[in-house]
């Protein structure tokens, strides 16, 4: 089993950037490949970014291509993900989650098992 907690979300202008973190407990961290995706009010969960076990490969929604960059540290247990250039549309509530990299579906949701509590981004224009 792994357990998720992110942090680092808050509130910033736009244009700016949030650094959010996502610690993983366990020693099998290394194991999961990783993602991020966020929730807007009313709207359906949205895949974000991923990256693999080794974090040799990433992957990221269209609409953040070059403005956010997911790492990871798996001496840390820790994935990240650095937001640059935040719009108002980029406010919602960020999880990250683990997924067995034998379970196809790098940017389906119901691929991933294990999921963090959120934490909240929100970008004034």
């Known amino acids: 089993q792994v357990q998720l907690v992110e942090s680092g979300g808050g509130l910033v202008q736009a244009g700016g950037s949030l650094r959010l973190s996502c610690a993983a407990s366990?020693?099998?961290?290394?194991?999961?490949?990783m993602g991020w995706f966020r929730q807007a009010p009313g709207k359906e969960r949205e895949f974000v970014a991923a990256i693999s076990r080794s974090g040799g490969s990433t992957y990221y929604v269209d609409s953040v291509k070059g403005r956010f960059t997911i790492s990871r540290d798996n001496a840390k247990t820790t994935v990240y993900l650095q937001m640059n250039s935040l719009k108002p549309e980029d406010t919602a509530v960020y999880y990250c989650a683990a997924r067995d990299p034998l379970r196809v579906g790098v940017r389906s949701g119901q691929a991933y098992d294990y999921w963090g509590q959120g934490t909240q981004v929100t970008v004034s224009s």
């Open positions: 366990g020693r099998t961290f290394s194991s999961y490949a």
